[in-house]
């Protein structure tokens, strides 16, 4: 166990829809990064935010969107939902500071199923 | 942009033998650091091992080690005396020391233990 965790486990969507995903961060942790995997293919980077700023982006388009609390948990949230969006979201936290290891360590994943 | 590549996507070994996953990986960067994680069933993300470039020597976990070539831009994970709960997806992953650190995934191996 990572102490990361995820909800909801499963959540089926129907296109055109909006959702909202949500991540704890491991106990100590300030950043969250958010990654999508796509049946059989690698995680790709979605975006991470550190201190409640965004930190980075992948290629992802606008409808993607995200927060972090002042407790560095998180949410994802999808506007517009199309069919391609299904997938497992992964979302990762890990404790950047000058010098640190920085790993990130996951939690057990969200599968949005868009019909 | 950095690229990782695995070109093994499935592997399988006996079990208590020795099974070498392989990954390369494209960068300009002299500092950065790699990563083998491992999915089994249940989705998690773990992370098995960690190098980072600037060290020569390679890290080692237990059971896993892995052979780490910078000049060649190669990272492989040896996983000795393989035991059936190693059965997973593994990904090896490159993060950069610059910008917001995210994981560059390869495509992944999936890993079969024969009893």
């Known amino acids: 166990e990572t102490g990361v965790t995820q909800s909801p486990t499963h959540l089926i969507k129907t296109r055109g829809q909006q959702v909202t995903l949500r991540c704890s961060s491991q106990?100590?942790?300030?950043?969250v990064s958010w990654y999508q995997q796509a049946l059989g293919q690698g995680p790709q980077f979605i975006f991470q935010?550190?201190?409640?700023?965004?930190?980075g982006r992948g290629n992802f388009p606008p409808r993607f969107s995200g927060l972090q609390f002042p407790n560095y948990s998180s949410e994802l949230n999808v506007n517009a939902l199309e069919l391609d969006d299904s997938a497992l979201y992964l979302c990762a936290s890990s404790l950047v500071s000058r010098g640190g290891r920085n790993t990130q360590y996951f939690g057990p994943g969200t599968r949005l199923t868009v019909l | 942009a950095q690229t990782v590549t695995q070109s093994q996507p499935e592997m399988s070994v006996q079990e208590a033998e020795t099974v070498t996953l392989s990954c390369t990986y494209d960068?300009?960067?002299?500092?950065?650091?790699l990563f083998w994680y491992k999915q089994p069933p249940s989705r998690q993300m773990i992370l098995v091992i960690r190098?980072?470039?600037?060290?020569?020597q390679n890290a080692t976990e237990n059971r896993f080690s892995v052979n780490f070539q910078k000049a060649a831009k190669s990272f492989s994970l040896k996983i000795s005396d393989s035991q059936l709960g190693d059965a997973a997806m593994y990904f090896c992953?490159?993060?950069?020391?610059?910008?917001?650190?995210?994981?560059?995934f390869g495509q992944g191996t999936r890993l079969t233990i024969n009893p």
């Open positions: 992953a490159y993060r950069s020391s610059q910008g917001a650190q995210k994981l560059v």
């Open positions: 106990s100590g942790h300030n950043t």
């Open positions: 960068t300009s960067e002299s500092d950065y650091y």
């Open positions: 190098q980072e470039a600037y060290k020569q």
């Open positions: 935010y550190y201190r409640e700023e965004e930190n």
